[in-house]
């Protein structure tokens, strides 16, 4: 007598029991290996609470980043006003919901900072990004300043002149054209604006955000977005103090 039926069970039902457990082995398989999401914060303080809030982020910000990791935390000097901007990463978005909820109960995060902060805040606008396929970050060591470049793009393709342009601005013409000035990350936006593209760069100094933007303009057709552009937006960022790139 089979196996299954000395033990009351059918040859189907072993069958999809088998099916079920190599399909959730995969699945935990697939969640182990998966790339980590990166989460992009932009908040809007009102002007005459800027200072106070730098200041009290300087004291209290190690509460939140204790909990997760955050890339960088800059202010925002050209290309919008009286903003921060900080990027954060987790493992997963399974990750940042726990991330989330351990914030939610920590006192001392609550009373310490987010009550005394949250009437400063004008504005807050987040969007969660992958790192571009075949790319990784380059974190890069000194001081300098840095560049938040956001891109809408259009068109069948868009996706592999993207990679182009990163790998022309890493490796081909664009690579260190302008001295001091490398990309720190390349970025598809997941969730939020669609056919987006961020890009971080990291300068010596301010001038050189100019200096770039004519090298970018002037590369191959290959490695150009422009046929591909819609729209796109540059900051000028500085790092604070609380930020692990400087």
């Given at each position: 007598?089979?196996l ?28 182990t ?20 809030y ?61 009550s ?53 601005c ?15 990350g ?41 046929p ?19």
């Amino acid at each position: 007598m089979a196996l299954w039926r000395t033990i009351g069970l059918s040859s189907r039902g072993t069958v999809a029991r088998c099916s079920l457990q190599n399909s959730s082995t995969r699945s935990l398989s697939a969640a182990t290996n998966q790339e980590p999401v990166y989460e992009l914060r932009t908040y809007t303080v009102y002007p005459d609470k800027m200072r106070e809030y730098l200041s009290l982020t300087s004291e209290e910000f190690h509460l939140r980043t204790a909990h997760s990791k955050v890339l960088g935390f800059w202010t925002s000097e050209i290309g919008g006003l009286n903003q921060v901007v900080h990027i954060w990463e987790y493992e997963s978005l399974a990750h940042r919901s726990t991330v989330r909820a351990k914030l939610a109960g920590d006192k001392e995060w609550i009373s310490r900072y987010v009550s005394r902060v949250a009437g400063m805040w004008q504005q807050q606008d987040n969007s969660l990004m992958t790192l571009l396929p075949g790319t990784s970050l380059a974190l890069p060591s000194g001081t300098g300043v840095y560049e938040l470049q956001t891109v809408t793009l259009q068109g069948a393709g868009w996706s592999g002149a993207l990679r182009n342009y990163v790998r022309a601005c890493r490796e081909g013409e664009g690579a260190r054209a302008v001295e001091g000035t490398a990309l720190v990350g390349a970025w598809k936006g997941v969730l939020g604006p669609a056919s987006t593209a961020v890009l971080l760069w990291r300068h010596q100094g301010p001038d050189s955000c100019v200096a770039l933007r004519g090298v970018l303009e002037s590369l191959a057709e290959d490695s150009s977005l422009t046929p591909h552009l819609r729209s796109g937006h540059s900051k000028l960022i500085l790092p604070h103090a609380v930020s692990p790139l400087q």
